[in-house]
């Protein structure tokens, strides 16, 4: 079992720091806000369907899942949410974090994100449907298309295979038209991937302790 380092960030909000890759799974410059800003605001919220389905990529801690079950809610819109994780987190470390989900219904659903079981569509509540996956994207053929994408792998320098040209045309086939690909890195290699796979993209504002992110889309 990997080691893990359950850390604070700068808003408060917890993050995993993995030693063996020297990594953490979410930003030290504050995990919520970073997910709030490029999947839920830059991703979620610009999409103009009333249902979706969402792919991430890192199912993780759970948060960035936990944002959008929360988003969709909010927006009175329905998800179809499936994430793929080839390493799940222990349900002991899962109860060390602290994403500053206090009510009562949020404490549960969190629960219930993370005791949902693999491989089995899962709804969560009303508006939110959970699949979560136990696998390797490099090997996964999904069932469904997808209209929104997270992209949450480890930084590029961190976890190169995850970011290739063959993954982005592997995710670029399982989307459907019109859909959205957003990720914390702006890096230009990645960008001219997804470019010469079929994406149009385009770099916006990032969250705090990064200048710029990149979304792309199928048109």
């Known amino acids: ?8 960030t700068s808003d408060g909000s917890s993050t995993l720091y993995l030693p063996e890759m020297d990594e953490h799974y979410h930003s030290t410059n504050g995990a919520l806000t970073e997910s709030l800003h490029v999947f839920i605001k830059t991703g979620l919220e610009t999409h103009e369907k009333s249902e979706l389905s969402v792919l991430e990529i890192g199912f993780g801690t759970g948060l960035n899942a936990m944002l959008t079950l929360k988003a969709a809610d909010r927006l009175e819109r329905c998800v179809n949410y499936s994430s793929i994780e080839l390493y799940p987190l222990s ?3 899962v109860d060390s974090l602290d994403f500053g989900f206090d009510s009562q219904e949020d404490k549960a659903n969190f629960s219930k994100l993370h005791d949902a079981e693999w491989n089995t569509s899962v709804a969560i509540s009303e508006r939110f449907v959970l699949k979560k996956i136990h696998g390797d994207l490099t090997k996964t053929v999904f069932e469904d298309r997808f209209d929104l994408v997270y992209f949450d792998a480890f930084a590029p320098d961190k976890q190169p295979d995850m970011w290739s040209e063959e993954i982005f045309r ?3 086939e399982q989307m459907n038209d019109g859909g959205i690909f957003v990720t914390y890195c ?4 990645v960008r001219r991937m997804l470019q010469a796979v079929g994406f149009t993209t385009e ?10 992110m990149l979304r792309a889309k199928k048109l």
Do not use: F, N, S, T
Not at 1 to 8: A, C, D, L
Not at 203 to 212: A, S, V
């Open 1 to 8: 079992m990997r080691k893990m380092e359950i850390q604070k």
């Open 170 to 172: 592997h995710i670029y």
């Open 186 to 189: 702006a890096k230009g290699v």
């Open 91 to 93: 349900k002991e470390l």
């Open 203 to 212: 770099r916006l504002p990032g969250p705090p302790g990064k200048r710029e």
